[in-house]
């Protein structure tokens, strides 16, 4: 099965301007979450879908993000305008269900410079 | 607020020596996972931990989750360069009584194999 995949992989940005982030899940996997890890901390839980809706969006930092998940496939996560304290790697994850026995499957993640 | 707190932050070792690394919840969780980030990669499942005092292995890795269901170990049993990487661990948030996958981890340890 192909794994989860986001794009872009990398992008590079000026302070202000707006990035949107592509994340498809594993065909199937009804839950769909974003994470991020800035350069040299944890990675930290952002927002978790159940299809097209939000179940928990209590890790977003601020209402410079949006994200989405119209249909209940992919989903965007948009950073509007972008900061410096923005840039870090944004990781999108799906599991089948949650709860136990349901591992994250990760994706590559984007790396997002604000410059 | 929920912490999990993982040392050390780096380990350099020669090939063939053993690896540990330590997780510790402040809280008590109701499982614990695994992930193994390679260089460039994403973090991907190792193990999920469930019963207090559990103990699994996994080839040269073994894993342990403490009595108190707050903090648990990973070790790696002679090292080889193919265990180079980040090595994660990873709990539920407790708000959600550990049946979420939004997950707090670790800041990582991460492992230098020298050949």
């Known amino acids: 099965e192909a794994g989860v995949t986001q794009f872009p992989s990398h992008s590079v940005i000026e302070k202000g301007q707006t990035v949107t982030l592509r994340c498809d899940p594993i065909s199937g996997h009804d839950n769909l979450y974003w994470y991020r890890r800035v350069m040299g901390k944890e990675i930290k839980f952002l927002l978790h879908f159940v299809k097209e809706s939000k179940q928990d969006e209590s890790g977003m930092p601020n209402n410079r993000f949006l994200a989405e998940r119209t249909g209940g496939t992919y989903s965007t996560l948009k950073v509007q305008p972008a900061e410096l304290e923005d840039s870090g790697v944004y990781f999108c994850a799906s599991s089948f269900r949650t709860g136990y026995n349901s591992p994250l499957h990760f994706g590559n993640g984007t790396r997002l410079t604000v410059t | 607020g929920q912490q999990v707190m993982q040392i050390p932050q780096y380990q350099h070792v020669q090939e063939g020596e053993d690896f540990t690394t330590y997780c510790n919840s402040s809280?008590?969780?109701?499982?614990i996972q695994w992930y193994k980030q390679r260089p460039g990669g994403h973090p991907v499942f190792l193990i999920q931990l469930v019963k207090s005092g559990e103990v699994k292995k996994q080839k040269r890795l073994t894993f342990q989750f403490g009595e108190a269901k707050k903090n648990s170990s990973l070790h790696i049993t002679a090292t080889q360069t193919t265990d180079v990487g980040t090595y994660f661990c990873?709990?539920?948030?407790?708000?959600?009584?550990?049946?979420?996958?939004?997950?707090?981890f670790g800041k990582g340890t991460k492992l230098s194999v020298k050949p």
């Open positions: 990873a709990g539920p948030l407790s708000l959600y009584g550990g049946s979420q996958g939004n997950l707090i």
């Open positions: 809280t008590t969780l109701s499982n």
